[in-house]
């Protein structure tokens, strides 16, 4: 199990991390790191936000490609989701390596968000799982643009916004 804690996100609120067992961040960071490599070996780069920043700054300019800001997104990432969206073997591999109670002041509680900031495959898994679901909505409106997702930071067409927003509203 991990521990729950928090750290300072901003000068008045504060971020809920986990903080793992060593043995399982060590194992999570391994496959944190090979999904970042899988990924940029398809173009998205999870160590640099540079392309994100570029997109939103023609974005500001042109009105075509808007900006996709999620709060606590690591809490978006439902145990159900994972399953739903992710292939049956890296679902059970990423459960067997995820912490699935945390605990927090003397009390132990099952974690039915996917894994906690401080989880080493949490980034990936969620950028990894948001740019999915913007690519499915802009095939779905037949729109071809620029799609990027760093982490909750997502770059997606102006007109893919809506449906991504019922999308990520109908998720939870």
Known sequence: R???DFVPKDASTDRIITIEPDLNKFIQNGY???LRMMCKRSGIDLSDQTRNGELARVGSLTNSIATVDLS????LLSLGLIEHLWPCEWFELLMSIRSGYTAYDGFTFHMEAYAGMGNGTTFPVESITFHALSEAVCDF???IG???TYGDDIIVPSDAV???SSVFRDLG
């Open 141 to 143: 409106l037949g729109l």
């Open 72 to 75: 606590n997104a690591s809490g």
């Open 146 to 148: 620029p799609i990027s």
């Open 32 to 34: 944190g790191d090979y």
């Open 162 to 164: 809506s449906m991504l």
């Open 2 to 4: 991990s521990r729950l």
